[in-house]
């Protein structure tokens, strides 16, 4: 990718409460090599928590963002406040520390397309897209049957969707938090996000430790890339190449198969039968890492609605028609263990024998 080389560059880092993002940028701050670093935080209690950790004297040229969420209603002040702080300081690298509830996609979108108060990318240009994953955590929330030992580093907290999407969409990942679990279970940990994200380079940290060149100036941001390589949907399109419903073709076979890590992909032409599918939606297995994809239910044929989960939480809603394409069903399934004959079964058993109009309601929103 060619850009001019006077544009700044950015590193953004999300990630999960209490992963260690702070005490990332404190360590890049603490040893910015020949780098001027200004600091865009993020955080969405009244009180900017996290600017107020940030080391004292590494204050200067450090911006607060509180209360709100960069991903959302603070796009536009994201902006503004980058141009505001490259008129009035000089720095040769922006790092932006997003909330732990950001989603990563729309952060990239303002930083790389703008938003309604204008566009950095005259002068600016995204570099390195970080996130720092408590791995901890993920295990604890992952494996809840595991032995853990008895000093919790953090409080307990089920995987949720924005954690899964951050893990998704990344160049570059810290498994933080190391020190905190045993190492056969970190192979099975990274071996879980290396399903759910076979593209990013991915370090294990303790106290988020490393080198500031594997975050800072790696030129690895590349929108498409991103949301193309996300786990599930390589799943998806190794299970649509002919796999028959199984997709394991992420060049990690090993690592993930020696910790019962996988991916299945469900996969059907006939629709659902609403009121069915979301009692199957309602017991849904909190064992699983993610579900995403997308039904034909029997209620409405033209719409596609959308399937998502991470954990415990899961939704479905209308995301589009079907259009010219045919109707059908695709859900890619990755957890550890997976009992794919069972979800089959059941996932067959609340297949409807009418094609359309079977129900006039039925459970799922109807706007998107
Ligand atoms: N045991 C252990 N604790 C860590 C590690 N990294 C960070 N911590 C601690 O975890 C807590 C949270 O770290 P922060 O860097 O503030 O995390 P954060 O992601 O910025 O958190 P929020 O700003 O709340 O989203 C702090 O007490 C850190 O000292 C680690 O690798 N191991």
């Known amino acids: 990718m060619t ?70 209603r603070l796009q536009d002040d994201l902006v503004t406040e980058v141009t505001r702080l490259a008129e009035e300081r000089s720095f040769d690298y922006l790092v932006v520390e997003a909330s732990g509830i950001s989603e990563p996609i729309p952060i990239a979108r303002a930083l790389t397309e703008g938003t309604d108060e204008g566009s950095l990318s005259d002068r600016f240009r995204l570099d390195t897209t970080v996130s720092v994953v408590d791995a901890y955590g993920f295990w604890k929330a992952f494996d809840p049957a595991a032995s853990l030992p008895d000093a919790a580093p953090t409080p307990e907290r089920p995987l949720t969707e924005v954690l899964v999407d951050q893990i998704e969409f990344c160049d570059v990942l810290l498994l933080n938090k190391c020190d905190a679990v045993p190492d056969d279970e970190l192979d099975a940990v990274e071996a879980s996000i290396r399903e759910l994200q076979p593209r990013a380079t991915i370090h294990r940290t303790t106290y988020s430790e490393v080198d500031p060149s594997a975050v800072l100036g790696t030129e690895l941001f590349d929108f498409e890339a991103a949301r193309r390589r996300q786990g599930w949907k390589q799943a998806l ?108 079964a059941a996932l067959d058993d609340c297949l409807s024998d009418e094609a359309d109009g079977a129900a006039a309601t039925d459970p799922f929103p109807r706007e998107s």
């Open 3 to 72: 850009h001019p080389s006077d544009d700044i560059p950015m590193t953004v880092i999300s990630g999960p409460l209490g992963a260690g993002k702070t005490t990332l940028v404190n360590r890049l701050l603490n040893d910015p090599g020949d780098r001027q670093i200004a600091v865009v935080v993020n955080d969405m209690g009244e009180v900017n928590v996290d600017a107020e950790l940030l080391d004292d004297d590494a204050e200067d040229g450090i911006v607060d963002l509180s209360n709100g969420c960069i991903c959302c």
């Open 237 to 344: 399109a190794a299970a649509e190449g002919g796999e028959d419903g199984h997709g394991h073709d992420h060049g990690h076979d090993d690592a993930a198969a020696a910790h019962g890590v996988e991916s299945f992909v469900y996969r059907r032409e006939r629709p659902f039968d609403p009121h069915q599918f979301d009692a199957w939606l309602d017991g849904w297995a909190d064992d699983v890492v993610r579900l995403k994809g997308f039904a034909w239910v029997a209620s409405r044929p033209e719409t596609v609605l959308g399937v998502s989960g991470a954990g415990p939480a899961v939704q479905a809603g209308p995301i589009g028609e079907w259009g010219d394409d045919d109707p059908a069903t695709r859900l890619v399934v990755i957890g550890r263990d997976l009992d794919t004959d069972g979800m089959t």
